[in-house]
């Protein structure tokens, strides 16, 4: 039994052959992927939109839903983790759309506020610290936050490149400026 690269479950049985049984008409192949795949694409969801947990579990449950829509049609030259996530991707950039078009400001509005600065001497505890790790992500600019998060999944950059429809060079400076704008933000609990 081998060890999954994408997500450390254990396997016999490699993706190509569960969609193939899923095709094949084998319910238990898909909860196999289901299970497989679950936790980083409810994890990606989660850090795309802290906070918001009920757009979450709707997004992440599109995403499912799209996947069998789409199985037959998905092409093996692709890591299945990139092609799940881009169409999770691809449903929340369609939601961030919406919120921009209804005059909403996307992400912003449910983010954790930072936490106050402790009094002088005060210890940071790992909380505290997780807290304002997660703001600063939170205010990356959607791009960036989801460069920085794919790679968090170590998912390998031509595959973000791939995943948000530019080339390398820009999935390099995305994460350049994501990095840069954490190292500013998180100065203060150095």
């Not at 994890?43 to 918001?52: H, N």
């Not at 390398?168 to 998180?186: K, P, S």
Request: proline share 4%; charged share 25%; hydrophobic share 40%.
């Amino acid at each position: 039994m081998n060890e999954h690269p994408t997500t450390g479950v254990a396997s016999a049985v490699d993706d190509a052959d569960l969609i193939q049984g899923y095709l094949a008409g084998d319910e238990q192949a898909f909860n196999s992927l289901y299970q497989r795949y679950r936790k980083p694409v409810y994890s990606y969801l989660c850090r795309m939109f802290p906070g918001r947990h009920a757009l979450v579990d709707d997004l992440y449950q599109q995403t499912w839903l799209k996947v069998i829509d789409r199985l037959a049609g998905y092409r093996h030259q692709d890591r299945f983790i990139s092609w799940i996530l881009r169409i999770s991707h691809n449903l929340a950039i369609d939601h961030c759309r919406q919120e921009s078009h209804a005059g909403a400001q996307a992400l912003e509005d449910d983010a954790v506020p930072a936490p106050a600065a402790g009094a002088p001497g005060a210890e940071l505890g790992r909380d505290e610290l997780a807290a304002a790790i997660g703001e600063a992500v939170a205010q990356l600019p959607v791009e960036q936050r989801e460069v920085f998060l794919l790679r968090q999944e170590e998912i390998p950059f031509k595959d973000i490149a791939r995943l948000q429809g530019v080339g390398i060079n820009t999935v390099l400076g995305r994460m350049h400026y994501a990095v840069r704008h954490l190292q500013e933000r998180l100065r203060e609990w150095r």
